[in-house]
């Protein structure tokens, strides 16, 4: 049994997608690769029948590890989760106390983590320091470049 994860209606979707892209699209064509290194002859000196074969085997491995991901997976509801407070899917803007730089990151489970896009894995230490914390407050953050302030200026919902 795999560990319970939790995420977004459309991360969990996305992993749906991609199994079915893998088992309705990518299985068969490597099926197909399969088949057609076996027509060549003798298996033992068959380098492209060896590649298709490991190929299915890093296929079946990746859809039997998303397969376990959904069934352990849980949809976090955003509807019971306080506004009030940073938490998991919160949209937070901070500003650097230092240089008054503003930033708005949304604090997504870790497997849904874009920074391009500010979706900040909430295991990161900077989500990890905001965790709990109210519009106003100031919090120290250890990140590895040493020891930065931010001030929550708001947190949106």
Known sequence: ?????YYTKEGLQ????????????????ISRQIAEARDKGDLSENAE???AKNAQ???????AKLEDIITNARIIDETKL??????????VKIKNTKTNALMTYTLVPENEADIKVGKLSINSPIAKGLLGKSVGEKVQIQVPSGILMFQIVEIIR
Do not use: C, W
Not at 57 to 63: A, C, D, H, T, W
């Open 57 to 63: 085997g890093m296929l079946e491995m990746r859809i």
């Open 82 to 91: 306080d506004s009030s407070k940073v938490l998991i899917l919160s949209t």
């Open 1 to 5: 049994m795999g560990e319970i994860k």
């Open 14 to 29: 996305k992993l749906k997608d991609e199994i079915h892209q893998l088992v309705n699209f990518e299985r068969p064509s």
């Open 49 to 51: 029948y060896d590649a």
